[in-house]
Nanobody
């Protein structure tokens, strides 16, 4: 079993920054990919960013490219999402997810991930 715990959400003004963390634990925490998703009220969950656990390759949704940065610390079993220049439309519950299956590319669909965190609220005021 894998457990994921997000932290770092909060309330920030537009143009501000937040850093989310997602700590993984379990008997053997060794995912192939880690992803960040978000879900705003009344909207479907959407992919935000993903990272390859071993090599560190990344992929971003167009809406956050050049503003968000995903990174990982393998020694701490933790993945981060640095969010800069936040906009009101970034307001959502943010989830991290772990994919234990090998694939050629970082998955962008939620059902491809095996484990999820509980989510952390990010609210950006205008």
């Amino acid at each position: 079993q894998v457990q994921l715990v997000e932290s770092g959400g909060g309330l920030v003004q537009a143009g501000g920054s937040l850093r989310l963390s997602c700590a993984g634990s379990g008997r053997t925490f060794s995912p192939y990919f880690m992803g960040w998703f978000r879900q705003a009220p009344g909207k479907e969950r959407e992919f935000v960013a993903g990272i390859t656990w071993s090599g560190g390759g990344t992929h971003y949704a167009d809406s956050v490219k050049d503003r968000f940065t995903v990174s990982r610390d393998n020694a701490k079993n933790t993945v981060y999402l640095q969010m800069n220049d936040l906009k009101p439309e970034d307001t959502a519950v943010y989830y991290c997810a772990a994919d234990l299956q090998a694939a050629r590319e970082i998955p962008v669909l939620g059902h491809e991930y095996d484990y999820w965190g509980q989510g952390t609220q990010v609210t950006v005021s205008s």
